[in-house]
């Protein structure tokens, strides 16, 4: 009885720090924007998985494979050395007007993001739509006691700034026709 009592008591002691050593879990974003415009137009402009020239920070979009799973493009950004992003198309559904993609290479520094996957739906009856873009993710620095500049928080705040961001600007872009 008393063993048992005492393998108990080490094993709560030990809960504590087994949570504290888990790592990084994984971070959502989503993000929304109605829109003045038919859900046709809007999927239209947002579609073509190798033209992404409708994210305000892409300077030029590289892509194969068209809207195929698997696709791939490379995104090469504004900006001091022109970064680049590489992603795959892991979904396209035309009907649902839905795709999903994944990054399959960025470096943290530029966004601070690993483990990235991320669906942009768009939805609406008439002349007003609804797109909704979400991602899921985990922090640029993997490990534990990350950079201020990798850490959870500094993660959400880039990918929410860059979707709300695109998302005012492809608003203001639509409208504007």
Do not use: C, Q
């Amino acid at each position: 009885m008393k063993l048992t009592s005492l393998v108990a008591a080490v094993a709560l002691a030990a809960l504590p720090s087994l949570a504290l050593g888990h790592g990084p879990s994984r971070l959502k974003v989503t993000e929304s924007i109605e829109i003045t415009a038919p859900a046709d137009k809007v999927w239209a402009r947002l579609a073509k998985f190798d033209d992404a020239s409708w994210i305000p920070a892409v300077a030029k979009t590289v892509g194969t494979g068209g809207n195929a799973v698997g696709a791939t493009r490379v995104l090469t950004l504004k900006g001091d050395g022109a970064p680049t992003v590489e992603e795959e198309l892991t979904r396209f559904d035309a009907d649902g007007k839905t795709l999903g993609y994944k990054i399959t290479k960025v470096d943290p520094k530029v966004l601070p993001v690993t483990n990235y996957a991320s669906t942009i739906k768009v939805s609406g009856d008439g002349s007003k739509s609804t797109v909704e873009w979400k991602a899921g993710f985990y922090r640029g620095y993997p490990n534990n006691d990350p950079p201020p500049e990798l850490n959870d928080d500094a993660s959400e705040a880039a990918v929410k700034g860059l979707y709300t961001t695109t998302l005012a600007e492809l608003k203001k872009s639509l409208e504007a026709k």
